[in-house]
């Protein structure tokens, strides 16, 4: 095996379907959408290289600046609640014996469910003639336009997708926060404990300190994800009232494909490129830490 990794050329040949694949399938397009950013092109003509001009677009676009506004939010958002949930979490269902794959699988299942489905089904939840409106009539309550309320900086639909999408994800960051803590040696808490540390103490001067590489690796997924936020979003508003939950995502499909802007759309998509490479750097720099023995 140690001969085989120090081959150049072994290491290339195994290399080298996955560089192809990447190459085609992400690479060459992402190329094609910057280049695509810089044209007037609606997909039916030939591309007219046309600058900067989209770009200063952007600038002047209102729906743009509330959609970056609203992607923002969903970062602040997501990465704060998922790993304070998440933590939280992870560190009850480790120390718990009875029922914690019932709990784990609980929380982790609306991670591989349909984020569209899920979107339609809260959708309904939040209507506001059904769902959560319906159980607080019984009790002469009115409820509120959860999904219609565009009152406030952050609207109440904004904190409602945010709510469910904490909701869906948080299970995600948990499991990794868990697979890392188990990797921890007991002997480490054992000596702790006979130091006089608590069970927190322990969590935040042994935990904390060697799970906080995956930390940072589960707050770059949540960034990531947070910016190219779509799919819950799109079936529970559409970007509406009044674009008032539009994010970059729900703004780039719109301009693309419902007004056929391509280059604008690739405009928005570079955007949301450089505000993902961005975060992740941020992040990465933030968590880098050394190398503990677990």
């Not at 600038?59 to 998440?86: E, H, P, R, W």
């Not at 209507?127 to 509120?144: C, D, V, Y």
Request: aromatic share 14%.
């Amino acid at each position: 095996m140690d001969k085989l990794l120090k081959d150049k050329k072994a290491i290339a040949v195994f290399v080298l379907p996955a560089f192809i694949l990447f190459t085609l399938i992400l690479f060459i397009p992402i190329c094609q959408s910057i280049y695509y950013s810089f044209c007037d092109y609606d997909a039916l003509t030939k591309p007219e290289f046309v600058g900067l001009k989209n770009y200063k677009n952007l600038m002047i676009d209102d729906t743009m600046k509330i959609a970056l506004k609203n992607s923002l939010f969903f970062l602040i958002y997501s990465c704060v609640t998922q790993l304070i949930m998440g933590l939280i979490l992870a560190g009850l269902l480790t120390n718990i014996e009875k029922g914690r794959n019932f709990f784990k699988n609980v929380i982790y299942l609306p991670c591989v469910l349909s984020s569209a489905a899920l979107g339609l089904l809260w959708m309904f939840i939040f209507s506001p003639k059904l769902g959560i409106n319906q159980i607080l009539a019984r009790f002469g309550i009115e409820g509120p336009l959860w999904l219609m309320d565009i009152k406030g900086y952050i609207t109440l639909p904004m904190w409602v997708i945010a709510f469910v999408a904490l909701w869906q994800y948080v299970g995600q960051s948990m499991m990794l926060y868990m697979a890392q803590i188990s990797g921890i040696s007991k002997s480490l808490y054992e000596a702790s404990y006979i130091d006089g540390c608590n069970r927190v103490k322990s969590f935040w001067h042994i935990t904390l300190p060697l799970i906080k590489p995956m930390v940072g690796t589960a707050m770059s997924l949540n960034a990531i994800g947070s910016l190219k936020f779509f799919d819950l979003i799109f079936n529970m508003t559409e970007g509406g009232p009044n674009h008032k939950t539009e994010v970059l995502a729900t703004h780039l499909y719109t301009q693309g494909f419902k007004y056929f802007k391509y280059g604008y759309a690739s405009a928005i998509g570079t955007v949301l490129l450089v505000l993902c490479l961005i975060m992740t750097f941020l992040i990465n720099k933030l968590f880098k830490s050394e190398n503990y023995e677990m």
